[in-house]
């Protein structure tokens, strides 16, 4: 099994640049796909972004398509999420989880318990 601790989240103003880690213990980290999702208050859990074990795959929600990347270093296990543009809109938790892919979408399963990112104007 993957467990999951995510790093990197704190304060950052529109249009800056944020970078969060996910580093994995777990012997199967190499084989598993990761994602990242956010919440906000008020808010159901979203998808962000997913990269399959390989990196060969790389998925982004449209809202930050073009302004966050994903990647894997399988021999650290650890992925990152790189937030640049940020806008308001994307304060939230952040969480990263292993996924898989179910009825057209990435469902998370093992979950980190999350880091806060909030964006201010």
């Known amino acids: 099994q993957v467990q999951l601790v995510e790093s990197g989240g704190g304060s950052a103003q529109a249009g800056g640049s944020l970078r969060l880690s996910c580093d994995a213990s777990g012997r199967t980290f190499s084989r598993t796909d990761i994602g990242w999702f956010r919440q906000s208050p008020g808010k159901e859990r979203e998808f962000v972004a997913a990269?399959?074990?390989?990196?060969?795959?790389?998925y982004y929600a449209d809202s930050v398509k073009g302004r966050f990347t994903i990647a894997r270093d399988n021999a650290k296990k650890a992925v990152t999420l790189q937030m640049n543009s940020l806008r308001l809109e994307d304060t939230a938790v952040y969480y990263c989880a292993t996924v898989f892919r179910g009825s057209g979408r990435w469902i998370g399963n093992s979950w980190g318990r999350g880091t806060q990112v909030t964006v201010s104007s």
């Open positions: 990269v399959t074990w390989t990196g060969d795959n790389i």
